[in-house]
């Protein structure tokens, strides 16, 4: 399924790595004109070497300040995927304030932060336009040591809803697409020891996890014309797992 978004402008936060940096580029390809957002410099940079028609902007998103000046500087954007997260993880017992703090700033504040700039141009230039937010399947199943990571995409998925039913008035949709486990930099802090993965592949009926891809091909079809009445959903990439 290829889609065109030519003339469409997109912005994709957590774009230096993983699902984020593929999602820019299949944009791009796509014909979108490409804004890539994210924290270190060096990604951002090999992202530009890589493909020169993407615009690259360095920020950390849990700087709601910085962030809201980059944001919009940025101009005209009908297409938002907020993708950059955090992965933080520990035992229940032993979670530390700064944990909460930095996890719920990057994975739910920034979000929130984004999306009214970007929503506020949307509305103002009566365009409408889409936004994805990235939560996961931790959103709604419970994952040993994941606790405040699987607290921010609850809230995640919960603020979408909310943004899809106050947005929706002003063509605006937005949804969220839900991964499995992906082996990208993040889905190795979680899942590269054999005796975590193995228990999280029987539980997922398709018997493997999602490959990068497979999610951004996700992402695509609800920015896309393909899902204009789509709003508001929670899309599992996950094999089954949420279904079990
Ligand atoms: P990743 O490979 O770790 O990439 C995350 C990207 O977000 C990186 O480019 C990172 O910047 C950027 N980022 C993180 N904190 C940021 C901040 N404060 N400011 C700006 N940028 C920041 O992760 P991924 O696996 O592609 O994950 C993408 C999304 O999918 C996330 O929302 C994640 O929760 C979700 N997800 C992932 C999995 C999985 O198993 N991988 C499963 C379900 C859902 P740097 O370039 O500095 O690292």
């Known amino acids: 399924m290829e889609?065109?978004?030519t003339g469409k402008r997109a912005l994709v936060t957590g774009a230096g790595q993983g699902i984020g940096r593929e999602t820019a580029k299949k944009l791009a390809e796509c014909g979108a004109k490409v804004v890539a957002l994210s924290r270190t410099r060096e990604h951002l940079d090999s992202l530009?070497?890589?493909?020169?028609?993407?615009?690259?902007?360095?920020?950390?998103?849990?700087?709601?300040?910085?962030?809201?000046?980059?944001?919009?500087?940025?101009?005209?954007?009908?297409?938002?995927?907020?993708?950059?997260?955090?992965?933080?993880?520990?035992?229940?017992?032993?979670?530390?304030?700064?944990?909460i703090d930095r996890s719920f700033d990057v994975n739910v504040k920034a979000v929130i932060n984004v999306s009214q700039?970007?929503?506020?141009?949307?509305?103002?230039?009566?365009?409408?336009?889409?936004?994805?937010?990235?939560?996961?399947?931790?959103?709604?199943?419970?994952?040993?040591?994941?606790?405040?990571?699987?607290?921010?995409?609850?809230a995640l998925d919960m603020l979408s809803k909310v943004m899809a039913l106050e947005l929706g008035p002003h063509k605006i949709r937005v949804n969220c697409v839900n991964p499995t486990v992906v082996m990208t930099a993040m889905?190795?802090?979680g899942w590269s020891n054999p005796e975590k993965a193995n228990p999280m592949?029987?539980?997922?009926?398709?018997?493997?996890?999602?490959?990068?891809?497979?999610?951004?091909d996700a992402i695509l079809f609800l920015l896309s014309d393909k899902?204009?009445?789509?709003?508001?959903?929670?899309?599992?990439?996950?094999?089954?797992?949420?279904?079990?």
């Open 3 to 5: 889609t065109n978004f």
């Open 48 to 99: 530009a070497a890589e493909n020169p028609s993407i615009d690259v902007i360095c920020v950390d998103l849990a700087d709601w300040e910085e962030t809201r000046k980059c944001v919009m500087s940025l101009g005209d954007v009908d297409l938002l995927v907020n993708n950059a997260a955090v992965a933080l993880l520990e035992p229940f017992l032993s979670i530390e304030p700064k944990n």
């Open 117 to 154: 700039i970007i929503a506020k141009g949307m509305i103002s230039r009566k365009t409408g336009g889409s936004i994805v937010n990235i939560s996961s399947q931790a959103s709604q199943a419970a994952l040993q040591d994941h606790s405040v990571y699987c607290a921010t995409k609850g």
């Open 187 to 189: 889905g190795k802090i």
């Open 201 to 216: 592949l029987k539980k997922i009926p398709l018997g493997r996890f999602a490959e990068v891809h497979e999610v951004v």
């Open 227 to 244: 899902a204009d009445m789509i709003t508001g959903i929670t899309l599992p990439v996950d094999g089954g797992f949420l279904a079990c």
